[in-house]
């Protein structure tokens, strides 16, 4: 099994440049979830889904947004990219809501 | 507001040496507290889920415990492989039915040969 696959794994943005981070999982897991990582900052939470068709806000998310339109897939689309965008994003997938989470490898985004 | 705190940033060991990591916490109500390994250029990776105080598991050379506030990662004669970001996370009441995580901002273990 492949788990869960991010693409792509590195990018670079200029500033107001829109793009879509793509998040698949072949786990059959209804929960998926977007987070951000920045040094020193831990992981912010930006986006979450508790199955396909159901998706709402986490403690950041500002600037971006989301759909699920099936269990597998759960793209992060940003929109009119900025510099306090650049961080590492990583896409994560539970079977349960009480399960440890499996992540994927990240998305490092820099916007210049 | 619901927060986590681990401690220390960065942690060198000698091989064999062993150590803990803190992980302490304040939240309206504990619903489960999740220990990661992330090794640079990767994703976290799953490593315990602890739910009451006084539970403990573990896993080759790590041992995790929960306590009312904390939970410690104890590394017992740990090896260079064992070099990697630790992370820890609360899952609080309410949240459950989401699986929504609050993580710390990480222990960074180095381990000298």
């Known amino acids: 099994n492949a788990g869960v696959t991010q693409t792509p794994k590195f990018r670079i943005l200029k500033i107001g440049q829109s793009m879509t981070l793509q998040c698949t999982q072949d786990?059959?897991?209804?929960?998926m979830y977007w987070y951000r990582q920045d040094p020193g900052m831990g992981l912010k939470l930006i986006y979450y889904?508790?199955?396909?068709?159901?998706?709402d806000k986490g403690e950041v998310p500002n600037g971006y947004n989301v759909s699920r339109s099936t269990t597998e897939d759960f793209p992060l689309r940003l929109e009119l990219a900025a510099p306090s965008q650049t961080s590492v994003y990583f896409c994560?997938?539970?079977?349960?809501?009480?399960?440890?989470?499996?992540f994927g490898s990240g998305t490092r985004l820099t916007v210049v | 507001e619901d927060q986590v705190t681990q401690s220390p940033e960065a942690l060198r060991l000698q091989e064999g040496e062993s150590s803990s990591l803190n992980c302490s916490y304040t939240?309206?109500?504990?619903?489960?507290l999740f220990w990661y390994r992330q090794d640079p250029g990767k994703g976290p990776e799953f490593l315990f889920t602890?739910?009451?105080a006084g539970e403990e598991k573990e896993k080759e050379r790590l041992k995790a415990t929960l306590t009312k506030k904390e939970s410690f990662l104890h590394i017992t004669a740990p090896k260079p492989e064992d070099s990697a970001t630790y992370l820890c996370?609360?899952?609080?009441?309410?949240?459950?039915?989401?699986?929504?995580?609050?993580f710390g901002q990480g222990t960074t273990l180095q381990v000298k040969p």
């Open positions: 994560a997938s539970t079977r349960t809501a009480n399960y440890g989470y499996t």
């Open positions: 786990m059959n897991h209804n929960y």
């Open positions: 889904s508790v199955g396909a068709g159901i998706t």
């Open positions: 939240v309206s109500g504990l619903r489960g």
């Open positions: 602890l739910y009451s």
């Open positions: 996370a609360v899952q609080v009441q309410g949240s459950s039915n989401t699986g929504k995580l609050i």
